[in-house]
T-cell receptor
Framework: DAGITQSPRYKITETGRQVTLMCHQTWSHSYMFWYRQDLGHGLRLIYYSAAADITDKGEVPDGYVVSRSKTENFPLTLESATRSQTSVYFC?????????????FGQGTRLTVV | GDSVTQMEGPVTLSEEAFLTINCTYTATGYPSLFWYVQYPGEGLQLLLKATKADDKGSNKGFEATYRKETTSFHLEKGSVQVSDSAVYFCALSRRSNDYKLSFGAGTTVTVRA
């Protein structure tokens, strides 16, 4: 399917476990992003990537790890999940830059840490 | 750093009412401004954008004008429909900040028939 897909859509995990959220896009967009959405905070950037093998921290990177070995994939790993990481996570991609193009968002992954 | 402030919701309207959602921003330089919409159970999608001062973005009956003098980008629609019920996010990006989007907190809009 064309577009940007996230998996899983829903995940419940226990405190201290490692969990990986997957993101795959079919457009070969250069830029990819991970956001978390929390009530009252809007969306906050966790990590982003300008190209394969290039990643950088966003606003709230602590406790998360990313990699981008292939242009189309941008997994987000919670190394040791905490309750404060309970959130809805959105992956996005865009071509070139956001100044003149739009970002395309996945449907989100709702993560609950118990 | 960059920040975006939106009017707090939730906002409840009747069909055909006028909708306005205020958005102001703080950023150095000349950011691009966006409105994204999130329908229930879905990801965000771009509603409209403006890349320079006095530009007007428009889509699906929604409009917003980039006002640099007041650092604002208010969203308006003259006659809303039930299908406009969604969460609306104002956002900005700057070239000098690696084009990262900074979002407001979002405004939930419910339109009743």
């Amino acid at each position: 399917d064309a577009g940007i897909t996230q998996s899983p859509r829903y995940k419940i995990t226990e405190t201290g476990r490692q969990v990986t959220l997957m993101c795959h896009q079919t457009w070969s967009h250069s830029y990819m992003f991970w956001y978390r959405q929390d009530l009252g905070h809007g969306l906050r950037l966790i990590y982003y990537s300008a190209a394969a093998d290039i990643t950088d921290k966003g606003e709230v990177p602590d406790g998360y790890v990313v990699s981008r070995s292939k242009t189309e994939n941008f997994p987000l790993t919670l190394e040791s999940a905490t309750r404060s990481q309970t959130s809805v996570y959105f992956c996005a991609s865009s071509e070139l830059d956001l100044l003149n193009t739009e970002a395309f968002f996945g449907q989100g992954t709702r993560l609950t840490v118990v | 750093g960059d920040s975006v402030t939106q009017m707090e919701g939730p906002v409840t309207l009747s069909e055909e009412a006028f909708l306005t959602i205020n958005c102001t921003y703080t950023a150095t330089g000349y950011p691009s401004l966006f409105w994204y919409v999130q329908y229930p159970g879905e990801g965000l999608q771009l509603l409209l954008k403006a890349t320079k001062a006095d530009d007007k973005g428009s889509n699906k009956g929604f409009e917003a004008t980039y006002r640099k003098e007041t650092t604002s980008f208010h969203l308006e629609k003259g006659s809303v429909q039930v299908s406009d019920s969604a969460v609306y996010f104002c956002a900005l990006s700057r070239r000098s900040n690696d084009y990262k989007l900074s979002f407001g907190a979002g405004t939930t809009v419910t339109v009743r028939a």
